[in-house]
Every structure is written in C-alpha cells, then in structure tokens.
C-alpha cells in the first residue's frame, strides 16, 4: 500500500470535534483511502472509507480534499472511548490487493 | 453479530517450541489476513487467504506457514520459535463477493498473545 503521513500525536478535549489528517500526495486515481483506529490491547476498528466524495457513517465523517493528496477523519464529539491509534490506509490495485499496509499512525488523547 | 474468533487468547511457550493459532472467521467472509503486532509496533501484515487460496504474502518468517480450511478457518503455525515472536498476533476477515477488496472494510479479531519465554 501506498505511504501515508500523519501525525504522530493529537489531543482533544471531551465533546470536542476532532480532525485527524492524513497526507498521501503519491494517492492513485483508484486507491481507496480507509480509516481504522485500535484501542490499547484490542484488534484494529474499521472506522470509514472513501475514494472521492466525503463519507460520512454513524462514527465519523470522512473529507477528502479535491486532489485527493490529503483527508481528513473527524470525530464530530470526542468521547473518552474514542482514544485510540488512528491509522489512515491506502488500498491500492496491487496484485490481488488482499492486504492492509498499516503505517505509523496519530495516538489521540482525550482529556476530560 | 458474529465476530471474528481467535483462540486460544494466551499462549505461552518456549524457545523452539511450535505454536499453532487459529482463527474462525465472520460467517460468509471470503477472505482472511494474519497481522502480528510486536510491543509498542503497528500491527504488521503477514499473509492473506481467499477462497481457502493463499493470496498476497508480506513479512511472514519461513519458520511461520498458514492455511485456510474448507470451513473457512485459518490457522497459523510458528516452528522454533524465538524470544522475538512475542507479540499479539491478530486474524481479520472480509466479504468481498467478487468486488475489489479495495472498497471493503475489514473485521479484526481480539487477538492471540503469544509469550515466547
């Protein structure tokens, strides 16, 4: 999969939206831009997915820029169940293209 | 809903020891990923099964092979392990019906910690 950039840390306050970026200037016309999160000692969450349009589902929204060479995820109420890794994936047409490249992703820290 | 199951969750062995782990995908998902995950590591892809075929592979040592049975479930076997094949090691399933497994999400189990001592 191709790199993604991201921050390697963020904090929030409680019921505050978050914006959590992601850059990934080498993005190909056909490379789908995923969002997972894990909290500490669980498996990876699916959180969302896009290609080019904003996204939007019941645990965030997804805002890809019109270039497509960054995204943002929001978390429109930061709750204290929502400090997490965050890991922004590019799944691109590589092969079977049956895998997820995580990278190094943002660790969000919710205050209280 | 049925998740993805991983057994057993702990797992301590020794040096050189072999070590199986499996994992019971969700009902009617078609594809399955191996990831280990060292302490303080992102998670790390090992391999991936569709249709009980193996499909992409990624840093997965010799001493590790996997399968994918007629009932869908994958095990994962590790021969003579070493102190650094500590880690939590996950299994993730997917239902892509014949799509791009580009567009679909991904379901992650809880894990298997493995201590190799």
């Known amino acids: 999969d191709a790199k993604t950039t991201q921050p390697n840390s963020m904090e929030s306050n409680e019921e505050e939206p978050v914006h959590l970026p992601c850059n990934h200037s080498?993005?190909?016309?056909?490379?789908?831009i995923h969002w997972y999160r894990q909290l500490p000692s669980q498996g990876p969450e699916y959180v969302i997915h896009?290609?080019?349009s904003n996204v939007n589902n019941r645990m965030a929204s997804l805002a890809i820029a019109e270039d497509r060479k960054s995204s943002t995820l929001i978390l429109h109420r930061a709750t204290l169940r929502d400090a997490a890794v965050y890991y922004c994936?590019?799944?691109?047409?590589?092969?079977?293209?049956?895998?997820?490249?995580f990278g190094s992703g943002t660790q969000l820290t919710v205050l209280p | 809903a049925a998740g993805v199951i991983q057994s057993p969750r702990h797992l301590i062995k020794e040096k050189r020891e072999t070590a199986t782990l499996k994992c019971y995908p969700i009902?009617?998902?078609?594809?399955v990923y191996w990831y280990q995950q060292g302490p303080g590591q992102d998670p790390q892809f090992l391999i991936s099964?569709?249709?009980?075929?193996?499909?992409d592979k990624g840093s997965i040592p010799d001493r590790f092979s996997a399968q994918q049975f007629s009932d869908y479930h994958s095990e994962l076997n590790m021969s003579s392990l070493e102190l650094g094949d500590s880690a939590l090691y996950f299994c993730?399933?997917?239902?892509?019906?014949?799509?791009?497994?580009?567009?679909?999400?991904?379901?992650f189990g809880q894990g298997t910690r493995l201590t190799v001592v």
């Open positions: 994936i590019l799944r691109i047409f590589s092969g079977s293209a049956r895998q997820l490249t």
């Open positions: 993730a399933s997917s239902h892509t019906g014949g799509q791009l497994p580009l567009n679909t999400e991904a379901f």
């Open positions: 896009g290609l080019t």
């Open positions: 099964f569709y249709e009980k075929m193996q499909s």
């Open positions: 080498t993005i190909s016309g056909t490379d789908y």
């Open positions: 009902p009617r998902h078609d594809t």
